[in-house]
């Protein structure tokens, strides 16, 4: 019995499993917020604050990766380092393949939307991430729109 239910819940598990398509590949551009990070042994960091952001800028299967640091008035920090990328497929699977003069590296895209990311490293830590934009509080408080 206890074998059927954990096959059932494989089976149910893996049918949840977003499948990622090059359509999707476009969801990736923009700022992205690291929510949590969730380890292979099953802990996790939460982030209730970021300093910086990821931003993604993607066209054809390739682009760049940097690290911004946004700024009250909406603007951002931004130094030149980036990191080259390109999108990759293998057995129906999208890995984001990073490329500086120091290391290469690649991490598999385990889910995207237009809001959400999870991205899993070479040490199977996944990384939550949610879209965002840049801070902008007005002289009055606001947050602008």
Not at 80 to 94: G, P, V, Y
Not at 106 to 123: C, G, M, T, Y
Request: a positive charge; glycine letters at 4%.
């Amino acid at each position: 019995m206890k074998k059927i239910i954990s096959v059932a819940l494989l089976v149910l598990l893996s049918a949840c499993h977003q499948k990622v398509t090059s359509n999707d590949i476009a969801n990736l551009n923009g700022y992205w917020e690291i929510e949590k990070v969730v380890f292979s042994n099953g802990s996790k960091k939460e982030y209730t604050y970021n300093e910086s952001y990821d931003y993604f800028q993607i066209k054809d299967k390739s682009g760049f990766r940097k690290k911004v640091m946004p700024q009250l008035d909406g603007r951002f920090l931004v130094n030149d380092q980036l990191e080259k990328i390109t999108i990759s497929f293998d057995n129906e699977e999208a890995y984001i393949n990073y490329s500086t003069p120091f290391a290469k590296w690649k991490e598999k895209i385990e889910a995207i939307s237009k809001d959400k990311l999870v991205i899993i490293n070479a040490s199977k830590a996944e990384y939550h991430y949610k879209k965002t934009s840049p801070i902008n509080i007005l002289g009055d408080g606001k947050t602008t729109k």
